[in-house]
């Protein structure tokens, strides 16, 4: 049978060798020649190729098959390793990683249970481990590996609800979350995935600086109580997604344990200062109850790596289910190491391997200094927007995003600022020249970039500016600019 040959085992080993190399080789020649981050193609024209590729008659080919994903992918992706890629959370990634993706999927243990993937579950573990010791947790830590920030936020908050519900006499509509206004918007997600109430999720206003007033988390607290309903967790963001904003977790953490309040650290984003010189901006986080981090935004990691880490491995347990077919009780009585008893996930991913050989082969102080790279050169971006006078920009970052607009006169009216920016942002992809995001603040449009890169330098980010200046200018001194946007 002519299909067996496509399977990796002792007879394919040569074809999977070979097959990975083809690949790999297509993916260098794309990351060696692009010279913008994106061609600016419009979905519908890519779309008309996609569509009319007939899935049921296969290529039948290696080659072929590469040349038509190239036409139809690598030609037109969005390359995050080139330097003017300043939009998203999205890091270029390390190649001791990418070695781990290779093996990983090629193994392709699945870390739900230990006669699943022996060393796996061990390599998993032990950097569990790594991560809360870095942390600072304490000697009952635990955790796992998820497949984002979402989904460990929402199994941190699964755990607070779950522990909120046996410590209290109380419903899970009575239960209630605190995050800043700047908090990222899969807490609410997660509200809504664990049944609480629509509105259970408060907003506590921040500071000037964008980070979450403990004086207003004390009063919303407070307001709770007095309300009837049960405070079930607040959310410290440690590195807000638009600002960068480190909450002030110290007195988050006072107020927490005062009160008898679950803390979440949401360091998506922020997790990358554990292994920077800057570690003293997360202090506090080893007092939190839960952690995110996502080692695919500032660990240079490709998509999916992160993981849920806990002070008391004990409130896993409400993850815990057994089945007879895969972990019976006996397996945990006999202590064989199975991940799925911590886990809503069942087959899993061995995402860790990508962080055990980048831990391994560049180890942690390297992967910290290119986070550091990427601060330092935010840093450098804020002075010089700060000194031109086309652009207002906000808060000057602690991490590494700018957030921003054009806007070179005080009588340019509010209304026409929104729209050159909306402008320039959809302008500069369309060109594929760069890419930078958007968000809102107070109601009005502003541009935002995200650094990640440490390749990308000050004069990478005067082009963009440059650029930016460019279209908005254009919009608002033609016509030609407002029927682009009209349409
Ligand atoms: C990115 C981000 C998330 C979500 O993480 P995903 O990996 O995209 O699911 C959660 N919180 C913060 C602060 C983030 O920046």
Known sequence: MQALSHLLDAAGADR????????????????????????????????????????????????????????????????????????????????????????????????????????????????IDWTTRRIGLGPLADGVFTSGGTQ????????????????FACSAGDLRIFASEYAHFSVTKAAKLLGLAEDAVISVPGTADRRMSPEALRR????????????????????????????????????????????????????????????????????????TVDYHKSFFQPVSSSAILVRDRAVLRHATYHADYLNPKRAAEEQLPNQVDKSPQTTRRFDALKLWLTLRIMGPDAVGSLFDAVVDLADAGWRLLDGDPRFEVLVRPQLSTLVFRYLPSSDMDAEEADAANLYARKAIAES??????????D?????????????????????????????AETYANTSVGSSLVAA
């Not at 449009?445 to 930016?468: A, M, S, W």
């Open 16 to 127: 999977y060798r070979l097959a990975v190399a083809d690949g790999a080789q297509r993916v260098a020649r794309r990351i060696t020649a692009a010279g913008r981050p994106f061609t600016g193609i419009s979905p519908a024209r890519l779309a008309a190729d996609i569509d009319t590729i007939d899935l049921d008659h296969p290529l039948g080919d290696t080659t072929a098959a590469l040349d038509e994903l190239d036409r139809v992918y690598l030609r037109d992706a969005v390359y995050f390793h080139h330097p003017r890629y300043l939009a998203h959370l999205n890091c270029p990634v390390v190649v001791p990683a990418l070695l781990g993706e290779t093996v990983l999927s090629a193994i392709n243990s699945s870390l739900d249970t230990w006669d699943q993937s022996a060393g796996g579950t061990l390599i998993e573990r032990r950097l």
């Open 152 to 167: 460990s936020n929402v199994h941190a908050l699964m755990l607070a609800r779950d522990e909120a519900l046996d410590r």
């Open 220 to 291: 919303s607290l407070a307001a709770c109580r007095e309300a009837g309903l049960v405070p079930m967790a607040v959310v410290a963001t440690a590195g807000t997604t638009d600002f960068g904003s480190v909450d002030p977790l110290p007195q988050l953490a006072d107020l927490c344990r005062r009160t008898g309040v679950w803390l979440h650290v949401d360091a998506a984003y922020g997790c990358g200062l554990l292994v920077s010189r800057r570690r003293r901006l997360l202090d506090g986080i080893e007092r939190a109850d839960s952690v």
């Open 432 to 441: 594929g020249e760069a890419m930078v995001a958007g968000t809102v603040v």
């Open 443 to 471: 109601g009005r449009h502003y541009l935002k970039l995200t650094l990640l890169n440490p390749r990308t330098t000050v004069d990478d980010i005067g082009t963009v500016l440059d650029l930016l200046a460019h279209h």
